[in-house]
C-alpha cells in the first residue's frame, strides 16, 4: 500500500477522550475512528490487525475440531423468551420491533441462536460430541464505554459453542479450548493469565477468564504468589477467622451520631470484626408463577471488617440485577439507616447473612433507632432467615484458601472467557438427542469467546513507547515500512515492487513530505521493520534497516534486501512462535 494513496491519515495529537495510551495511539496512527460513545470505525491499518487477529483465531478453533458457521445479529425475541434472558438481562440488550410488531433483539450473545440451530441438526448421539464457531457483530448497550476498544458497545467476537452427550465429553473440549486460547494470545504476543470465574448471565458452574495485567483494567484479580491460587475477585475466596465465644445478653447501647462501622468501633472500643454491618439493595428477580421481573430489598449481613462481593450476592440470592436502596425503600421494613439490622424488623425483604456473620458471636448491630446499636447479637438466637452463602470481598493481604499465604491482587482487561454451561439452554430450548438406549437427552453445552478488538487494544496498550505503536509482527498491519527520501520515485517504486512480489506485506510511504514527518509517521504506526532509501546509502548501494521494538540499525545491499527482509521476518515470526503457551485445564 502507498501512503500517497491511504483513507486515513496520522493525527499529532490525540482527540479528547483518550484515556489511555494504547487508545491514543491506535487513533493518532489511523488504525480506528469513533462514530458515537462505543462505537467505532475500523479504518484500514486496523481492519489489516483485525484480520490477522481473526486468522490466528480461525486457525486454532480449526485445529480443535472447530467449523466456522455465521449467524444472524438480529435475532427473533421468541429463543430468547424460551430461556428466559428476554425478561433477565436488563437496558444491556437491544430489543426493538420489526414491522409487523414482533419483538426482536439484538445479539450480545448467541447461545438461544446456536442451540435453536442445533435442535434441528443434533438428533443422535452419533451426532455428538460437535464444536462450531463464528466471528461475528455483537451489540451490548453498555452504560459505561470507556478506553476505546477495550469497553464498547458495538464489537466483534469469536464465540464458539460445544454439543456433548456427556459431561466427560464437555471436559475434553473444555480443556482443548482452554489451552487453544493461550495459543491464541501467545501467537498474538499477549501475555495472559487464566482465572477461575463467574458465570453471570451465561450460567453454568464452571468458567474461567483470560485476563491480560494492566493498570487500565477494571477487573480485580486475586492471586496467591506461593501456591498459585487465582480468581477474579468476583469469586475469589479467603480463609476466615470466626468469632466463636460463648454467647452473652443482647444489650441496646447509645451509640449517637455512630452511622458507620469506623465511628461505631471508635465509640465502643471494639474492632470492626466484632461488628456486623448491613448492605441495603434492591435487587430484580423473575416471578416463578407470572414470570416477570419483580423488585425487592435485599439485605446483606456481613462482618464490619469485610465488604460485600455484589456478584457473590447476586448469584446467591439469584437475582438479575441490583442497585444501591434508597432510604425509604429501607424504612418500609422498619429499618433505620445508619442504625439498622434485621431485629425486629418486617417481613418480607430478601436477606443474604455471610458466614463471617453466621458462625460468629456476640456482634454489635444495629437497633433500628436513630443514635442506638445492640451489643452481643447473634444470629440465629436473635434473628433468624435468608441464606447463608460466602458473600465476601477477597482483598490483598487475606489469607489465601489453599496454602493459607498472604493473597494479592491487580487490575486485568478481561480478553477471553470459556464456559461450561451444562444444559442450562438445552433444556429451556428443548435441544434433546437420543441416546445409545433410546432415551432422549438434553444436549449439554459449552461455550468459548474472545473479544476481537479488545484484544487489538490491548496489543496496542502493550506494544507502545513515548513515539507510537509497535505491534509484533504476527499482528502488525504490514510487516515493513518502506520510506524513500529519493527524489526519484522510480527508485522506490521498483524495490517496492520487489517486496511485494516476494509476498511480504509493506507499507510504502511515497508521500512528498519531509523525513522528519516520514520517520514521525513510521514510528507512531509502528511496523516491526523500516527500509529507508537515503541519498548517502543509496549511492553506496545500500538501505538503511531499523527494527522498530529493538531500535537496532543495519543496513543492506540493494542486490540482496528482498532475500535479507525476508529472513528478518522469518526470524521475528520464530520468536513469537518459539514462545507460544500450552497450558493444561484439568478437572478438579
Excluded at 240 to 251: G, I, N, Q, S, V
Amino acid at each position: 500500500m502507498r501512503m500517497s494513496k491511504m483513507f486515513a491519515k496520522t493525527l499529532r495529537e490525540a482527540p479528547n477522550g483518550a484515556d489511555c495510551k494504547g487508545y491514543e495511539y491506535l487513533l493518532r496512527a489511523g488504525f480506528i475512528r469513533q462514530l458515537g460513545s462505543g462505537i467505532f470505525t475500523m479504518l484500514p491499518l486496523g481492519m489489516r490487525s483485525t484480520k490477522k487477529i481473526e486468522a490466528i483465531i480461525r486457525e486454532e478453533m480449526d485445529r480443535i475440531g472447530g467449523q466456522e458457521i455465521l449467524m444472524s445479529v438480529v435475532n427473533p425475541a421468541d429463543i430468547w423468551k424460551e430461556t428466559g434472558r428476554w425478561y433477565s438481562i436488563d437496558k444491556e440488550m437491544g430489543r426493538f420491533q420489526d414491522r409487523n410488531g414482533r419483538d426482536m433483539v439484538l445479539a450480545m450473545t448467541n447461545e438461544e441462536t446456536v442451540t435453536d440451530c442445533a435442535r434441528g441438526e443434533i438428533d443422535s448421539y452419533k451426532r455428538l460430541p460437535v464444536m462450531v464457531y463464528q466471528i461475528q457483530t455483537k451489540w451490548r448497550d453498555d452504560p459505561r464505554p470507556r478506553a476505546g476498544l477495550i469497553r464498547v458497545r458495538e464489537f466483534t467476537m469469536k464465540d464458539a459453542y460445544s454439543f456433548h452427550a456427556s459431561q466427560e465429553s464437555l471436559d475434553e473440549a473444555y480443556a482443548d479450548q482452554y489451552k487453544a486460547y493461550f495459543r491464541i494470545y501467545s501467537r498474538c504476543g499477549l501475555p495472559c493469565v487464566a482465572v477461575g470465574a463467574d458465570s453471570g448471565m451465561m450460567g453454568g458452574k464452571v468458567s474461567h477468564e483470560y485476563m491480560y495485567l494492566s493498570p487500565i483494567g477494571e477487573d480485580t484479580i486475586i492471586t496467591c504468589p506461593d501456591c498459585g491460587y487465582t480468581a477474579n475477585r468476583q469469586i475469589a475466596s479467603f480463609k476466615k477467622e470466626y468469632h466463636k465465644e460463648e454467647m452473652l445478653p443482647l444489650e441496646k447501647v447509645s451509640t449517637p451520631e455512630a452511622k458507620t462501622i469506623e465511628e461505631l468501633s471508635a465509640l465502643l472500643g471494639v474492632g470492626p470484626e466484632k461488628t456486623c454491618k448491613m448492605v441495603f439493595m434492591v435487587g430484580s428477580f423473575i416471578n416463578d408463577k407470572t414470570g416477570e421481573e419483580e423488585d425487592k430489598l435485599v439485605v446483606a449481613a456481613i462482618r464490619g471488617d469485610m465488604d460485600v462481593e455484589e456478584s457473590k450476592l447476586s448469584n446467591a440470592i439469584k437475582a438479575n440485577s441490583l442497585r444501591p436502596a434508597h432510604p425509604e425503600e429501607i424504612e418500609e421494613y422498619g429499618m433505620v439507616p445508619g442504625f439498622a439490622s434485621p431485629i425486629g424488623a418486617k417481613k418480607g425483604f430478601v436477606l443474604c447473612v455471610d458466614d463471617s456473620v453466621a458462625e460468629s458471636n456476640n456482634l454489635v448491630a444495629g437497633a433500628n433507632e436513630v443514635g442506638y446499636h445492640f451489643i452481643n447479637s447473634n444470629y440465629k438466637r436473635d434473628w433468624d432467615g435468608g441464606i447463608v452463602a460466602d458473600i465476601a470481598s477477597a482483598k490483598e493481604g487475606y489469607t489465601c484458601p489453599i496454602c493459607g499465604k498472604s493473597l494479592k491482587s491487580s487490575k486485568g482487561v478481561e480478553i477471553g472467557n470459556i464456559f461450561q454451561l451444562g444444559t442450562r439452554y438445552s433444556k429451556a430450548m428443548n435441544c434433546t438427542f437420543q441416546d445409545e438406549n433410546g432415551v432422549q437427552q438434553p444436549v449439554i453445552m459449552g461455550c468459548y469467546g474472545i473479544g476481537v478488538g479488545r484484544l487489538l487494544a490491548c496489543l496496542s496498550e502493550e506494544y507502545n513507547d513515548d513515539k507510537g505503536l509497535c505491534l509484533p509482527i504476527t499482528v502488525a498491519p504490514y510487516q515493513v515500512h518502506l520510506v524513500s527520501l529519493l527524489k526519484d520515485n522510480a527508485v522506490g517504486e521498483k524495490i517496492y515492487e520487489e517486496l511485494v512480489e516476494a509476498g511480504i506485506e509493506v507499507l510504502y510511504d511515497d508521500r512528498k513530505e519531509t523525513a522528519g514527518v516520514k520517520f514521525a509517521d513510521a514510528d507512531l504506526i509502528g511496523l516491526p521493520i523500516r527500509i529507508t532509501l537515503g541519498n548517502r546509502s543509496y549511492k553506496e548501494g545500500k538501505v538503511e534497516v531499523k527494527y522498530r521494538r529493538s531500535g537496532e540499525e543495519t543496513s543492506y545491499s540493494i542486490e540482496g534486501l528482498v532475500d535479507e527482509i525476508k529472513k528478518e521476518i522469518e526470524k521475528e515470526t520464530k520468536k513469537i512462535n518459539d514462545n507460544i503457551v500450552e497450558k493444561e485445564w484439568k478437572k478438579n
